[in-house]
């Protein structure tokens, strides 16, 4: 069987590469304005079928998001059939493939590609897809589903949901049938997996306080409506900034992204939020997850990714202790440099931590390595890894006594109440709520676990990024020469200083993180890195930002 050339040219002339655009699939896949991706999408259709063809017909997952971003922006994604992010050897064939400025070329590459990679055409391939609530989804998906007809690919259409769920269904469609089977291949699927481990878990606990959820005007709003049919007497909800089919509300002045950013609460929850009562809020495809609540004096106070490491860790640690499976199964956390200080000296105290450079994949790797993985960024985004050994002992394990079964089940349900394909924050959501009950914990106490270090992070524009080379989990440049060893002089004179300087993975900027023990300590360090920075990249002195010291 031969690729349908004649066809795919066809195609390609309908879906033409605009010009001068540079496309590049990074961690989050191909992100840009939702205008210019029509051929990415088409050529993604066919790479995600070659993938298909390569795995032997397994299910590939197609994504278009953008997450976070603004509205105008879309993006895509491919997963792989555990669920996981695209084999990192195929990032680069996507990107040579989507910058193919003509048609001609496109399908020379596509040939050579096919005979390097040794992909055997007469496989079946497979592709399940699905978009989130941006306007330029439908146009989009179209393109992908040209590039999936043309290459005879089986696609089944999603539709409109979230990012960890589409994640879901192509591990539960892989393994279906087999031991590993990780439950049904449906949207309800997933709502009844996660429902019925969280009201479980959370079983004879006093009744709370409903939890508001800031839905960033995104897909995440229709996820969340349907869970909470699920949850009617386990967990009172009040869901907010749903209004998915109002032009520019995605994202806009709500969600995760904002409220970890700005560190304030979406103005739209400012007469919604009652002193003491939990918040969180998503981001635009419900994968990350930021909580926050209001002190009696209606102080805002933030519960990030980090906050969330140390309450899932901590408690995951308990219930295996419980069990008496401490000896057997080792829990471990990972987080990159931007973990705020003062909670990697807390985990520290408890359990291994590892630091990794910034980026699920590296993250998500790393927390593979132990029987219990926990990783969340500070943004919110993260999850935690059971090996299978672990997963086969934890359902095995006949404990001796009543009180080490009850903590087993617990185990059983927190296992089961994850996501563990990606970070999901639905899905976390429930994990923190179960914790929270188990330990009668508000805000106030889970916050009191530890006091973050005043923090700040500042965007450095330069001419090139690529100058600027890092070590040590990004923690250390190494170029340009002599940048580092003029930093660590002035962390040095900072109270609990830190500083470390990485180039962005998506922009020409460079990002410089500061802590200290002050606010006003952290300010000053962060913005004499910056100025640091800015006059070794040669900024032009007459742009330089007034705040650079």
């Known amino acids: 069987m031969a690729l349908p050339i004649d066809d795919?040219?066809?195609?390609?002339?309908?879906?033409p590469k605009p010009q001068?655009?540079?496309?590049?699939?990074?961690?989050?896949?191909?992100?840009?304005?939702?205008?210019v991706l029509d051929s990415v999408l088409f050529r993604v259709g066919v790479l995600a079928a070659l993938r298909s063809k390569k795995l032997d017909g397994r299910t590939i997952g197609v994504m278009v998001t953008a997450s976070h971003n603004p509205e105008p922006d879309n993006g895509v994604k491919l997963v792989d059939p555990r669920g996981e992010m695209l084999e990192s050897s195929w990032e680069s064939h996507a990107t040579v493939l989507a910058n193919k400025p003509t048609t001609d070329e496109f399908v020379s590459a596509l040939q050579d590609f096919i005979k390097t990679a040794n992909i055997d055409i007469s496989k079946p391939a497979r592709v399940v897809y699905a978009r989130d609530t941006r306007p330029s989804g439908p146009a989009l998906v179209a393109a992908l589903e040209d590039g999936l007809k043309v290459t005879g690919a089986e696609g089944r259409n999603a539709g409109v949901t979230t990012t960890p769920i589409l994640h879901y269904l192509v591990r539960t469609i892989n393994t279906k049938g087999t031991k590993e089977s990780y439950g049904v291949d449906t949207e309800e699927g997933y709502y009844t997996k996660l429902s019925s481990a969280f009201n479980k878990l959370v079983v004879g606990r006093p009744p709370r306080l409903p939890l508001v959820i800031d839905c960033a005007n995104g897909v995440g709003a229709l996820a969340a409506q349907n869970l909470s049919r699920y949850l009617v007497n386990s967990l009172p909800v009040e869901l907010e900034n749903t209004a998915i089919d109002t032009p520019g509300a995605l994202n806009n002045s709500c969600g995760a992204d904002f409220v970890k950013v700005n560190q304030k609460l979406p103005p739209s929850l400012a007469n919604v939020l009652q002193p003491g009562q939990r918040a969180c809020s998503l981001d635009g495809d419900a994968d990350r997850l930021i909580y926050f609540y209001l002190d009696e004096r209606r102080q805002f106070h933030m519960l990030d990714g980090d906050k969330i490491t140390t309450l899932v860790a901590s408690f995951i640690v308990e219930l295996v202790k419980a069990v008496g499976l401490d000896g057997r199964l080792k829990v471990g956390v990972v987080q990159t440099a931007y973990a705020n200080g003062n909670s990697t000296k807390y985990l520290s105290e408890r359990l291994p931590v590892k630091c990794v450079p910034t980026g699920v994949k590296h993250l998500h790797h790393a927390a593979e390595q132990y029987d219990i993985g926990v990783y969340f960024e500070a943004n919110g985004h993260g999850t935690v890894v059971f090996s299978q050994p672990a997963q086969d002992l934890i359902f095995s394990h006949q404990p001796p006594t009543p009180t080490q079964s009850t903590a087993l089940e617990h185990?059983?349900?927190v296992l089961s109440v994850i996501n563990q394909t990606v970070g999901d924050a639905l899905s976390d959501m429930l994990l923190v709520e179960a914790v929270l009950a188990h330990k009668s914990y508000g805000g106030t106490e889970w916050d009191s676990l530890y006091t973050d270090l005043p923090n700040r992070l500042v965007k450095v524009v330069v001419p090139d990024r690529n100058i600027f080379k890092t070590e040590d989990a990004e923690r250390r440049l190494v170029s340009p020469g002599g940048l580092q060893a003029k930093i660590d002089e002035l962390v040095n004179k900072y109270t609990s200083g830190r500083s470390f300087v990485r180039p962005s993975g998506t922009e020409d900027v460079v990002r410089v993180y500061a802590e200290a023990a002050s606010r006003s300590q952290t300010d000053e360090l962060a913005f004499r890195v910056a100025g640091l920075v800015y006059d070794e990249a040669g900024g032009d002195q007459s742009q330089r930002p007034k705040e650079f010291l």
């Open 20 to 35: 001068g655009i540079n496309y590049q699939y990074g961690t989050a896949g191909f992100r840009t304005l939702g205008k």
């Open 8 to 15: 795919i040219r066809r195609l390609s002339d309908l879906h």
């Open 411 to 413: 185990l059983q349900n």
